[in-house]
Nanobody
C-alpha cells in the first residue's frame, strides 16, 4: 500500500504561482510513476502531469510552459506558474504501482481568483 499526502494548495491571483507537494510513504519501492490530476465538481478527473521512476516528465498541453512536475526522493512537486482561473480545481496526487494498483491522496484545493 502506498499512502499519499498533498499540500500547498490555496488561493492565488491570476498570473500567480503555487507549488504543490505530495509525500509518498508505505510501499514506495513499488511505485512506477506518479501523477498529478485535477477535478472540478461535475467534471471528470483529468491528468495534469506525470513523472516516472526514470525521471521522465510530461504535462498536458493546457498547462505546458506553465506547470512543471519534479521529484525529490519520495516527494513529488507540481510547480504552477502563470495560473489562470480555469486552473481552479482540487488537485490530486496519484501513484501507479508495478503490480497495477493506483493510490490517491486526499486532494488539495487550488483557487485562482482576483
Amino acid at each position: 500500500q502506498v499512502q499519499l499526502v498533498e499540500s500547498g494548495g490555496g488561493l492565488v491571483q491570476p498570473g500567480g504561482s503555487l507549488r504543490l507537494s505530495c509525500a509518498a510513504s508505505g510501499s514506495i519501492f513499488s511505485i512506477s510513476a506518479m501523477d498529478w490530476y485535477r477535478q472540478n465538481p461535475g467534471k471528470e478527473r483529468e491528468l495534469v502531469g506525470r513523472i516516472t521512476n526514470s525521471g521522465n516528465t510530461n504535462v498536458v498541453d493546457s498547462v505546458k510552459g506553465r506547470f512543471t512536475v519534479s521529484r525529490d526522493n519520495a516527494k513529488i512537486y507540481l510547480q504552477m506558474n502563470g495560473l489562470k482561473p480555469e486552473d481552479t480545481a482540487v488537485y490530486y496526487c496519484s501513484a501507479e504501482t508495478d503490480y497495477g494498483g493506483r493510490s490517491w491522496g486526499q486532494g488539495t484545493q487550488v483557487i485562482v481568483s482576483s
